[in-house]
Nanobody, 125 residues
Framework: VQLQASGGGLVQAGGSLRLSCAASGGTFVASRIAWFRQAPGKEREFVAGMKMTGGTTRYTDSVKGRFAISRDNAKNMVYLQMNSLKTEDTAVYYC???????????????????WGQGTKVTVSS
């Protein structure tokens, strides 16, 4: 299983970016795909997650109303639309897959089997 994250960059506060996660090499229909982020000197934290079947989503409180996770099952793609970006959103963003059977979108990093390489998002003031 491979995950490829892309779409990061430099943006001013208040701006938008869309991150993409391309999944390959496995069966993702029953999986959960999530975005995590890690800011310098901080632990990796859950941002948003989605069930590939059904489309249930989950967000951390700090991004609710600003970020939106979506999917294209036909392409095995997951997106993270990030609007109204803040300087505190600056981090390396990772997509991750939990391929186990189950319904819960988990927020702990050790619940995810596979990780992409990360894409850096820098929000300037």
């Amino acid at each position: 299983v491979q995950l490829q994250a892309s779409g990061g960059g430099l943006v001013q506060a208040g701006g938008s970016l869309r991150l993409s996660c391309a999944a390959s090499g496995g069966t993702f229909v029953a999986s959960r795909i999530a975005w995590f982020r890690q800011a310098p000197g901080k632990e990796r934290e859950f941002v948003a997650g989605m069930k590939m079947t059904g489309g249930t989503t989950r967000y951390t409180d700090s991004v609710k109303g600003r970020f939106a996770i979506s999917r294209d099952n036909a392409k095995n793609m997951v997106y993270l639309q990030m609007n109204s970006l803040k300087t505190e959103d600056t981090a390396v963003y990772y997509c991750a897959a939990d391929l186990r059977l189950g319904a819960v979108i988990r927020t702990n990093t050790n619940e995810y089997n596979f990780w992409g390489q990360g894409t850096k998002v820098t929000v300037s003031s």
